[in-house]
């Protein structure tokens, strides 16, 4: 648990920040034309928010000048969940507002992106351009027949190719899907084998950690495996030819053609993204163009107060939801800066040097890099221009008390923090950025606007200052309109809203404190219950990850068949440490102090390493099936994991121990 309110808060905005911040004029206009509160602040705004939906969201199209070209009936003919339907009889497209600002004569020049690789030189890629390329793209994406509706796919790292062939295939009203070129041939067919799509943008390779990987053989497997595909357009990223019967990516975007943008209904599919898949395969999560733009209009331009002015990093890869939240920078006319490469290559600092190179203000990364850069002793403030940053947002997992004060120190004392939570489920946050609320250590600032956050307990109770599930009783304009296969939508249904009808549960434990702040400790369907005390993993490894010798850690709580409890905890140790009795202490005598005595592990186990997702989350669940007796094979769906030979150990000490 976090910190009570009278706790003094790391980080202030002061009044010119509040005045100047796009929120507090948002809801000065929302006062005078929707009745929104004039007074109370951010706390009022977002009650009025959740109380007010219908109000809240038909102000966020008006405000942010949402293009629809024919009219909208009402804002929410039916609330309920699953099902909500938004803005019938609206439509519009994203690409459009993605691209809006290049009509403007005085921008047409600016950059709309950054591009920057392992050589760390910025290639600019201006809006005008930008414009040209989608719409030469998009002409020929129609001329190979894709039609609204059609899947288009994405074997690509994070380059400007990837956002243009995004933008195309919006602007036909095609469904994006991609996944990022270290993905092995059996992970990408998982995703793409689902949604059959028709046209498939790849790479022949990428850099990563100063090496070249040649992917030519994948793509040659995905174009045999894909049977749907009625073409393929070679990238060549590492110089190589197109193969027989590709197309060329060069051919195709040098054309001097206007985008024509399909106008589509707002429910209408804008891509698929994926969830990790750990145990089965990948659910393919449908969100729309109408939602997306709404959500992520309202997220980037009032909770990270992007604008025209701003340049937009976050460290991310196309297999990601976060390249996709990136991608939307552009919906509020700021500079979107790609970066292609290894985090911390060619030293730790990498990404500290890009946000450097590029003049980033919003910069987004993990809360791992966080506290790797911090247990490398690395001083970005020190050894990098940094004096445009006006905010380090984290995700990925919650940034413990350590990162906030690492970064209050080593990056800026005026510094906004802003770890973040939301899902690839909804491609947005339920809690994270508010440039006019104070910060507290290990908090994420509040719940976000139109998201009616709470904990609950088994019942259905709402609790404040204590861990409860995360739930969202209302709907949000980026939840799925459906999944992908899922005819009955039996899927969907199951995923979210089995544990309490019509309200959609997350799977993380949070709470919610009486200053509303939000705390996450981790997911819930792997929670540590020790007679009766339940606590989520991340709070542990906050705890045993700030000994020096730890370089990640596994914690598992197995309930026994004989009524008993055995609760592991796996740690990869950094390089030249031992797991002795002197450690072992340390780590339980840190546990027993800082978290609670109940959860001190029943053994210390070193690993070789901390298996993960793909998008670098710890897999928890699966290796507690493991240990369980569940065989590999039915455990883990093999193309989910990042090292699979690293289950293997798992497997084998659940055989010891039976």
């Known amino acids: 648990m976090s910190s009570a309110a009278n706790t003094a808060p790391l980080w202030q905005p002061d009044a010119d920040r509040i005045a100047a911040a796009t929120v507090t004029r948002f809801q000065s206009w929302a006062a005078e034309r ?314 730790t600092g990498a990404q500290w040097r890009v946000a450097e190179l590029t003049g980033a203000t919003l910069f987004g990364t993990s809360a791992a890099y966080v506290m790797a850069c911090a247990k490398a002793e690395v001083h970005p403030a020190r050894d990098y221009d940094l004096s445009r940053i006006k905010c380090v947002a984290t995700t990925g997992s919650p940034l413990p008390p350590d990162g906030f004060r690492w970064l209050h120190d080593e990056v800026a004392s005026d510094l906004w923090i802003a770890s973040v939570s939301g899902g690839t489920d909804v491609c947005s946050c339920f809690a994270g950025a508010v440039p006019t609320l104070p910060v507290h250590i290990g908090e994420l600032q509040g719940a976000c606007l139109g998201t009616d956050l709470q904990a609950w307990d088994p019942q259905g109770k709402p609790l404040t200052n204590e861990v409860g599930e995360l739930v969202v009783t209302n709907p949000m304009p980026s939840m799925p309109v459906h999944f992908w296969n899922d005819p009955d939508g039996s899927r969907y249904h199951d995923s979210y809203f089995d544990t309490y009808p019509g309200v959609w549960r997350h799977g993380d434990w949070i709470t919610i404190t009486d200053h509303g702040s939000v705390v996450i400790h981790g997911r819930s369907d792997s929670t540590l219950n020790r007679q009766g005390v339940r606590m989520g993993s991340a709070d542990i490894y906050e705890v045993v990850e700030r000994l020096p010798e730890i370089r990640e850690s596994l914690v598992i709580g197995l309930e026994e068949p004989d009524g008993g409890y055995w609760m592991p905890l796996f740690v990869h140790l950094a390089e030249g440490a031992t797991l002795d009795d002197a450690l072992r202490t340390r780590i339980k005598q840190a546990i027993r102090t800082e978290l609670s005595p109940r959860h001190v592990p029943d053994e210390i186990i070193e690993v070789p390493g901390i298996p993960h997702t793909l998008t670098g989350k710890r897999i928890e669940v699966p290796v507690k099936r493991l240990l369980q007796g569940t065989p590999l094979t039915k455990a883990v769906n093999p193309g989910s994991v990042d090292n699979l030979d690293l289950l293997s150990f798992y497997e084998s000490l659940a055989r010891t121990r039976r």
Not at 191 to 196: A, G, Y
Not at 314 to 327: A, E, I, K, P, R
């Open 34 to 347: 929707y009745g929104a509160p004039a007074e109370g602040g951010y706390a009022a705004l977002h009650r009025w928010s959740v109380d007010e939906l219908d109000t809240f969201w038909k102000a966020v199209a008006d405000w942010f000048d949402v293009r629809f070209s024919t009219p909208y009936e009402t804002v929410l003919a039916d609330r309920s969940m699953p099902g909500a339907r938004w803005f019938p009889g609206a439509t519009l497209n994203y690409a459009e507002h993605a691209l809006r600002t290049a009509e403007d004569p005085s921008r047409a020049d600016d950059p709309a992106l950054l591009y920057v690789d392992e050589t760390h030189q910025p290639t600019p890629v201006s809006w005008s351009d930008l414009r040209r390329q989608v719409g030469s793209l998009a002409a020929e994406l129609r001329a190979l027949g894709v039609r609204p509706g059609d899947r288009v796919s994405g074997y690509l790292p994070n380059i400007p190719q990837a956002t243009i062939a995004l933008l195309a295939t919006a602007a036909v009203g095609g469904v994006w899907t991609s996944c990022a070129p270290d993905f092995g041939a059996r992970s990408v067919l998982d995703r793409f084998q689902q949604v059959e799509p028709v046209v498939l943008f790849a790479v022949d390779g990428y850099r990563y950690g100063g090496k070249e990987h040649n992917r030519t053989d994948t793509v040659a497997e995905l174009r045999r495996e894909l049977p749907t595909l009625r073409a393929v357009v070679h990238i060549p990223l590492l110089g190589t030819e197109a193969p027989e019967g590709a197309l060329d990516w060069s051919a195709l975007t040098s054309a001097d053609t206007e985008p024509v943008f399909e106008q589509v209904p707002f429910e209408h599919p804008l891509w698929v993204l994926y969830s990790s898949g750990t145990t089965g395969l990948p659910k393919a999560i449908v969100q729309s163009q109408g939602g997306i733009l709404l959500e992520h209009f309202k997220q980037i331009g009032l909770h990270c107060d992007l604008g025209p002015q701003d340049r937009f990093f976050w460290y991310t890869s196309t297999g990601w939801m976060m390249w996709n939240f990136l991608v939307s920078g552009l919906l509020t006319g700021t500079t979107v800066v790609l970066y292609d490469g290894s985090p911390g290559y060619p030293e």
